[in-house]
């Protein structure tokens, strides 16, 4: 029997060897992370790496993202750590993502102490608003027929459920799909999403299945709120550079 763990963790191995460089973190993303995955779910694993601070020296460019495989079962790839501490100061929503995965392969004091320091860049608005576009993008590509692929409805709900949580909570939501159900929600939404997580864990992913009427307006209700929100929403995001340049020179020295 394939033991996929264990596979993820000499690909990481791997990488450092032939890119020289030192994996940082290393997690689940996308549907394993929720959840929610179905038996033909791929892994979708995410890293941060540090180079040699000669090569941050270097006036040589070299690419700051590593993309090591992907076929019907892993897909990895990774961020430097510069460009990591850069996207953390934007706040981007899938990179506080993968720093609370549930799912960790691998982890450093390192790692612990960015994370540390970069918790003050989580900000509501970019957070809401990348949410929000996710649902907004799943909903007119995906679930617009009478038949739809239940993988979309999860696509759709995980986002919108993120922004209640950010609305009403003011903080980073959690991965998990079943800890964002947690939240109140419409009695008739509730019973037909529990529904279809059991169709969903049963079938392909590919399966296409009748819509589902209240998951569907609740969908298209919260997509047209959440529209208006992020937009009037005050600009949140914290524009310091001193605690990341610092983290990042301690981290690349050594």
Same mark, same amino acid.
């Given at each position: *029997?394939?033991d996929? !763990? ?7 191995k791997e990488?450092?060897?032939?890119e ?9 993303s996308?549907?394993?992370?929720w959840g929610?995955? $179905?038996?033909? $779910?791929?892994y979708d694993v995410?890293?941060?790496?540090v180079?040699?601070k000669?090569?941050?020296l270097?006036?040589?460019? #070299?690419?700051?993202?590593?993309e090591?495989?992907l ?6 790839n ?8 850069? +996207?953390? #100061?934007?706040?981007n929503?899938?990179l506080?993502e993968w720093?609370? $995965?549930?799912?960790?392969? /691998? ?5 612990k ?5 970069? &918790? %003050?860049y989580?900000?509501?608005k970019?957070? =809401?608003?990348?949410y ?11 679930l +617009?027929g009478? *038949?739809?692929r239940? /993988? &979309?409805?999860?696509y759709?709900?995980r986002p919108?459920l993120a922004?209640?949580?950010?609305e ?8 998990r799909f079943?800890e964002? =159900? %947690? +939240? ?7 019973d037909?999403?529990?529904?279809m997580l059991? #169709? &969903?864990a ?8 009748? &819509? *589902? ?11 047209? #709120? ?5 937009? %009037? *929403?005050?600009?949140?995001? !914290?524009?310091d ?8 020179l ?5």
């Amino acid at each position: *029997m394939r033991d996929v !763990n264990r596979e993820i963790e000499s690909k990481l191995k791997e990488i450092e060897k032939e890119e020289h460089v030192k994996v940082l973190y290393a997690v689940e993303s996308g549907s394993r992370a929720w959840g929610v995955e $179905s038996p033909d $779910s791929d892994y979708d694993v995410r890293f941060v790496y540090v180079r040699p601070k000669e090569d941050y020296l270097s006036i040589q460019e #070299r690419r700051d993202v590593i993309e090591w495989q992907l076929d019907e079962v892993l897909d990895i790839n990774g961020w430097d750590l510069k460009k990591t501490l850069v +996207q953390f #100061r934007k706040g981007n929503a899938t990179l506080f993502e993968w720093a609370n $995965s549930p799912i960790v392969y /691998k982890t450093t004091g390192e790692w612990k102490e960015i994370y540390e320091c970069c &918790k %003050e860049y989580f900000s509501r608005k970019a957070a =809401l608003y990348h949410y929000y576009g996710t649902a907004n993008g799943t909903y007119k590509q995906y679930l +617009q027929g009478d *038949m739809v692929r239940y /993988k &979309k409805y999860i696509y759709a709900l995980r986002p919108l459920l993120a922004c209640r949580y950010i609305e009403n909570i003011h903080t980073v939501p959690p991965v998990r799909f079943d800890e964002l =159900l %947690e +939240q109140e929600l419409p009695g008739e939404v509730a019973d037909e999403i529990g529904k279809m997580l059991v #169709r &969903k864990a049963a079938s392909d992913e590919k399966d296409l299945n009748p &819509k *589902m009427s209240a998951i569907q307006k609740f969908i298209e209700d919260e997509i047209v #709120r959440y529209g208006k929100i992020s937009k %009037e *929403m005050a600009d949140d995001r !914290n524009v310091d550079w001193e605690v990341l340049d610092r983290v990042f020179l301690k981290v690349v020295q050594g």
